[in-house]
C-alpha cells in the first residue's frame, strides 16, 4: 500500500488460513524527495504528465517489487517461497480522484486513478497480482472508496457493541462497525489527516513529519483560522463520500491562509492538527455516537497531540491504537488490500454498498497471472 501521505510502500505478508488473520512479514521502502515530489505534481494538471505517470508507475511497481522481495527474504525462514504466494495486492499511487458521475461522459461515470504497472510487477515477481481495486465500484456508481471497512469488521468488529475505525493516513476514513453483525457498515472520508499537516512541516522545518504532534503542541490555536478551514462545502455533505488531494491541496491551504500571514508557523501546525482531530469528531459523533471505542490507525497513530485532541472531543469513547487490537498502525491498510486481493482471487465481492454507494456488491481488481 502506498497512500495519500505519499511517504513510500508498506507490505506485509498475510495468512488467511486460520480463523484470524495472521502477518507472518512486514516491510516497507520510503519515497526519495524527488519521487515523492513527482507524485505530488502529478496530483494537478502539469507539463507531459502522460509520460511521467507512465515513469511514475513504472517506478512504484519496481518499488513494491522491493518490498515483496524483502518479504520473501524474511519468510524463507520460515520455508516460504514466491511460489507459496496466492497473490500481490497492489494498490497503486492515487494522483486523481473524481468518482462524482458526470455528463460529461456516455455513461455519466466518474473515474478513480492509481498509478502502477501491475504488469510489470507480475513480470519482476513472478506472482499473480491484483490491481485497480477501486474502478469496479466507481463504475458502479459508487466512490470507490473507502474500501478498508469491509476488512476492518473482519478484523476489529466487536460481538453486541458497535466500535469505530479511524485510519488517519493523508486522508481520514472512518468505519463504524455496529453492533448488529447483520446491520450494514458505514464509512466515508471525513477530510485531511496527515497530509496538510506533514506538507506545513514539511515546509517549515524540513521534516515529513511533526513527530509525535510536538511542534504542534507547541503552538496556539487560532479559532478563526480553524474556521475559516472548516467552511468548506465537503463537510456538509453526506456519507458516501470520499476526497482526496484533489481538493485537500497544498494550494488549497494557501488560500485559506490568506490574512494569516504574520501567523507564528507553529501556530498553523497546532491549527491543522485541530482541524483534523475536530473534522474527525464531528463525524464520530454524528454517524458513530453509540461506538464505545475508537480505534486508531495509520501513521497518525503515532501523533499524540492528535490523539490527546481526539480524546478530549470524544470523552465518553476509548481512544486506542490498531497495535491494541493485534494489527500495528502501519500494517492495517496493507492488509486491507491483501484481503481485498484474496476477495478478488476467491471471486467474491471486496465492495460494502452501504460505504460507498456503489448499486451492488462487486468483485474488484483485475489479475495479472505470474
Known amino acids: 500500500m502506498s497512500g495519500t501521505s505519499l511517504d513510500g510502500a508498506d ?65 524463507a525462514k520460515q520455508g516460504i517461497s514466491a511460489k507459496d504466494i496466492s497473490a500481490i495486492g497492489a494498490h497503486g499511487q492515487t494522483v486523481r480522484h473524481q468518482p462524482q458521475r458526470s455528463a460529461d461522459t456516455p455513461a455519466g461515470a466518474g473515474y478513480t486513478l492509481q498509478l502502477n504497472n501491475p504488469a510489470l510487477l507480475a513480470e519482476l515477481t513472478n506472482i499473480d497480482v491484483v490491481a485497480d481495486l477501486r474502478s469496479r465500484d466507481v463504475a458502479a456508481g459508487g466512490q470507490g472508496a473507502p474500501l478498508v471497512p469491509a476488512f476492518h469488521r473482519s478484523v476489529f468488529g466487536q460481538v453486541n457493541a458497535t466500535v469505530a475505525v479511524l485510519n488517519l493516513g493523508g486522508i481520514a476514513n472512518l468505519s463504524v462497525l455496529p453492533a448488529n453483525p447483520l446491520a450494514p457498515v458505514l464509512g466515508f472520508d471525513c477530510g485531511p489527516g496527515n497530509a496538510l499537516m506533514d506538507a506545513w512541516c514539511l515546509r517549515h522545518t524540513g521534516q515529513a513529519f511533526d513527530a509525535s504532534g510536538a511542534w504542534a503542541a507547541s503552538g496556539q490555536l487560532l479559532p478563526q483560522l480553524l474556521r475559516h478551514l472548516r467552511d468548506d462545502p465537503y463537510f456538509s455533505l453526506a456519507p458516501p463520500k470520499s476526497t482526496g488531494r484533489d481538493l485537500f491541496s ?32 464531528d463525524c464520530v459523533r454524528s454517524y458513530a455516537k453509540d461506538s464505545i471505542e475508537l480505534i486508531v490507525c495509520g501513521g497518525g497513530a503515532f501523533n499524540q497531540h492528535l490523539l490527546q485532541r481526539l480524546q478530549a472531543g470524544l470523552p465518553n469513547l476509548k481512544v486506542t491504537t490498531s497495535d491494541q487490537h493485534g494489527l500495528a498502525p502501519l500494517e492495517v491498510e496493507a492488509a486491507a488490500f491483501a484481503w481485498l486481493a484474496r476477495q478478488t482471487m476467491h471471486r467474491q465481492p471486496g465492495n460494502l454498498p452501504s460505504v460507498t454507494g456503489a448499486a451492488g456488491p462487486r468483485i474488484l481488481g483485475a489479475i495479472y497471472p505470474a
Open 250 to 281: 497544498l494550494r488549497w491551504l494557501e488560500e485559506k491562509l490568506q490574512g494569516f500571514a504574520k501567523a507564528p508557523p507553529q501556530d498553523i501546525q497546532n491549527t491543522l492538527t485541530e482541524f483534523t482531530a475536530s473534522s474527525c469528531i
Open 11 to 75: 507490505g506485509v505478508l498475510v495468512d488467511f488460513s486460520g480463523q484470524d488473520l495472521q502477518v507472518l512479514a512486514t516491510a516497507s521502502k520510503a519515497f526519495a524527495p524527488a519521487f515523492r515530489a513527482e507524485l505530488l505534481a502529478l496530483n494537478t494538471p502539469s507539463d507531459n504528465e502522460l509520460h511521467r505517470a507512465a515513469l511514475a508507475g513504472n517506478a512504484i511497481a519496481a518499488s513494491y517489487a522491493e518490498v515483496v522481495a524483502e518479504l520473501l527474504r524474511q519468510s
